[in-house]
């Protein structure tokens, strides 16, 4: 049985920092595309970005997030992170850790169609 479980939200000041964390079970994060995506309140759900599984080509991220945020795995604790810097009322969220074990349309828009989920985590930035 596949668990992602996401920690490390909570609330934080403009400019100021944050670590989320996936732990994952049943499945091996190296072997795995695994991302981040995120929902506002009223908004749809958007990616954040991805690593992909190890041996392939890096790292995404989105637009809104690049140069701030940066997604990590430490393969030794089958553990995903998404470091989150420079952070702006405009980020926050719920964010979601997600797997799949290809990489391609399902990882743009909401993520329709990724295997694996976690409940996710609340990330909430004050002006």
């Known amino acids: 049985q596949v668990q992602l479980v996401e920690s490390g939200g909570g609330l934080v000041q403009t400019g100021g920092s944050l670590r989320l964390s996936c732990a994952a079970s049943?499945?091996?994060?190296?072997?795995?595309?695994m991302g981040w995506f995120r929902q506002a309140p009223g908004k749809a759900r958007e990616i954040v970005g991805t690593i992909r599984r190890s041996g392939g080509t890096g790292t995404y991220y989105a637009d809104s997030v690049k140069g701030r945020f940066t997604i990590s795995r430490d393969s030794a604790k089958n553990t995903v992170y998404l470091q989150m810097d420079s952070l702006k009322p405009e980020d926050t969220g719920r964010y979601y850790c997600a797997a799949d074990r290809s990489y391609g349309s399902k990882w743009s828009g909401q993520g329709a169609g990724i295997d694996y989920w976690g409940q996710g985590t609340q990330v909430t930035v004050s002006s």
């Open positions: 049943g499945l091996t994060v190296s072997s795995f595309v």
